[in-house]
């Protein structure tokens, strides 16, 4: 019995999985960190997509608040926040995420206000189902 | 086996993101390596024993008066693009200094520079990598340690040790074969190396231009023609691949 459920689990994880590859929303990176996991570490992945999300937020904190500004000008500092979260997008293999914030850095590159408040609108969007995909998967787990 | 009695290599990395810093402590521990991870390049020069001065001239460092170094540090593995010292910065100074230089220094880089390539490795990096780094990056490791290891041994004690390790006749030119990996190839003779788990075990010279391939894929090879070291132990030889002479 207890196995049965066990099993319908793992199926449930390994479809959300599939899926997320699939949508392009995870890549082989993902998968490299889950073989890095073991009885030695067995909460690394969990560790490591945990502090992505707490310096995610902050990213995206200080992103909209340099955006906000009345007198916004810095998009030398929004393209060193986000060359941060293009390297840490990419350490988890959070593809999409990581593909709109190289859209958002263009933006930034060209001084472009409205490109970068798009980017940053749809970066938002990108990170909140990420971290809502992220958590079925660990639920399951 | 020989295991126990081999002295674990010690890597120190240097990364500011705190990510990569848990991905490569991660990756070289499954490696079997200690690992010591800072986050700055100021904070490794200070674990490696040196001090820069900023009141008197910050371009002569010393040796830190209360630093023990009681942990020999094998290799850096250093992130490039860091806030202050970058990682080309730390590799100039290691590579300056006296009592540093011999420390293999890796650079990682989550972008695909060209210029920035051969600018580290003309600066005397061992090899640069693409982040994300794999485990498949990290075998290229062992032998730059390995080298650092044995900076000290005459030549002379060396060329004796491959005689007890060369387990077929050798030519003038040989090539060293890792267990997991392949390496650059220097000669034509590849000797048969006993290689259980990998595929790509069999040397062939097209498939060891294939791998050669595959291993530029994402970094470089300092240079092809130097080579790599004898490997040696004070234990027994783990290996039955041949050692090269440089």
């Known amino acids: 019995m207890l196995g049965l459920g066990a099993d319908l689990l793992w199926a449930d994880m390994n479809r959300l999985l599939a899926f997320l590859f699939h949508q392009g929303v995870l890549d082989e990176q993902f998968l490299q960190l889950q073989q890095l996991q073991d009885e030695t570490s067995p909460n690394f992945v969990s560790e490591v997509v945990n502090i992505y999300f707490h310096e995610s937020e902050k990213l995206l904190r200080n992103l909209r608040a340099l955006l906000m500004e009345k007198e916004f000008s810095d998009y030398k500092k929004m393209g060193i926040h986000l060359n941060q979260f293009v390297g840490s997008s990419s350490s988890i293999g959070a593809k999409r995420v990581r593909n709109v914030c190289v859209a958002f850095r263009a933006a930034t590159e060209q001084n472009n206000r409205a490109g970068c408040l798009r980017a940053l609108e749809m970066l938002e969007h990108e990170y909140c189902y990420l971290k809502n995909k992220l958590h079925e998967l660990f639920q399951v787990k | ?246």
């Open chain 2, 1 to 246: 086996m020989g295991m126990a009695a081999e002295s674990q290599f010690h890597v120190l990395a240097v990364d500011d993101s705190l990510i990569d810093r848990k991905l490569i402590e991660r990756l070289l521990r499954t490696s079997s390596y200690q690992v010591t991870t800072v986050d700055s390049g100021s904070k490794a020069l200070e674990f490696l024993g040196l001090c820069e001065n900023d009141e008197s001239n910050p371009s002569t460092p010393y040796v830190c008066p209360n630093n023990h170094q009681e942990v020999e540090v094998n290799l850096v593995i250093t992130d490039y693009c860091m806030p202050g010292m970058t990682g080309y910065d730390l590799l100039k100074k290691i590579k300056e200094s006296s009592s540093l230089r011999n420390i293999p220094v890796v650079i990682m880089s989550s972008e695909n520079v060209p210029s920035r390539i051969n600018r580290c490795l003309e600066e005397g990096a061992e090899e640069f990598f693409l982040k994300p780094v794999r485990l498949s990056d990290l075998n290229k490791l062992k032998p730059h340690m390995k080298k650092t290891k044995l900076k000290d041994q005459k030549q002379g004690t060396v060329e004796k040790l491959e005689d007890l390790e060369v387990q077929q006749q050798q030519p003038q030119q040989q090539i060293i074969i890792q267990n997991e990996q392949q390496q650059a190839p220097k000669s034509r003779d590849l000797l048969q190396p006993e290689s259980e788990s990998h595929p790509h075990a069999q040397p062939t010279i097209e498939q060891q231009q294939q791998s050669l391939q595959q291993a530029n894929n994402n970094s470089k090879r300092k240079t092809m023609e130097q080579g790599l070291s004898p490997e040696t132990d004070r234990t027994r030889p783990r290996y039955s691949g041949i050692a090269t002479v440089v």
